[in-house]
């Protein structure tokens, strides 16, 4: 019942290339930049990419982000174990008075 | 480096109100939007709303907060700048308002390149039980 749309699973090998897909409509992503946040278990969610494709210091170059239309993506390439978490999008919505909406997340399990 | 740290009671009874305290370890907090964000237990995250700081008085009250409209009409936040904190209460709970509540600070614009939730507490379970 997420605003955003995120596939509930994904998974990969070490040293493989991972996507996560989120999708919206024009009154979010279609109109708006997204962000991705990477959450462990029992902690709180950490800011991983802002504005459909830029890294806060601190995060490695494997991870990217990109939009298209009322879609976005994150790729995780070179895979390491440590990148098993869930992985969130989020946009403002115009819709209303406007508001912030969030995928319902991706688990990233490392195989 | 900004450290947050989310205050406040674990259970709170249904119909009750729900009161929660954010204290920010920053030099000012003007300039900035203040927000909660709440995530259901297993579930993904929901943004609760915000409140701008403008820096003129030690109490930001009204004319700069935005609200989820799902919980708009039971909801306020506050920013005391004089004590480094700000505040949440939701009103008339349920079981549905069990989840961990995250405070956070949004960057908006200007020098932050940008729309996000940059800096976040670690969360504190708010169980909603009689």
């Given amino acids: 019942q997420s605003v955003l749309t995120q596939p509930p699973s994904a998974s990969g090998t070490p040293g493989q290339r991972v996507t996560i897909s989120c999708s919206g409509s024009s009154s979010n992503i279609g109109s708006n930049s997204v962000n991705w946040y990477q959450q462990f278990p029992g902690t709180a969610p950490k800011l991983l990419i802002y504005t459909n494709n830029q890294r806060p210091s601190g995060v490695p170059d494997r991870f990217s982000g990109s939009k298209s239309g009322t879609s976005a993506s994150l790729a995780i390439s070179g895979l390491q174990s440590e990148d098993e978490a869930d992985y969130y999008c989020a946009a403002w919505d115009d819709s209303l008075n406007g508001l912030w909406v969030f995928g319902g997340g991706t688990r990233l399990t490392v195989l | ?130």
């Fill in chain 2, 1 to 130: 480096q900004v450290q947050l740290q989310e205050s406040g009671p674990g259970v709170v009874k249904p119909s009750e109100t729900l009161s929660l305290t954010c204290s920010v370890s920053v030099g000012s907090m003007s300039g900035y939007y203040w927000s909660w964000i709440r995530q259901p237990p297993g579930k993904g995250l929901e943004w609760i709303g915000y409140m701008f700081h403008r820096g003129s008085t030690s109490m930001s009250y009204s004319g700069s907060t935005n609200y989820n409209p799902s919980l708009k009409s039971r909801v306020f936040i506050s920013v005391d700048s004089s004590k480094s904190q700000f505040s949440l209460t939701l009103r008339s709970v349920t079981a549905a308002d069990t989840a961990v509540y995250y405070c956070a600070r949004y960057c908006s614009g200007g020098t932050c390149y940008g729309y996000y939730f940059d800096y976040w507490g670690q969360g504190t379970l708010v169980t909603v039980s009689s």
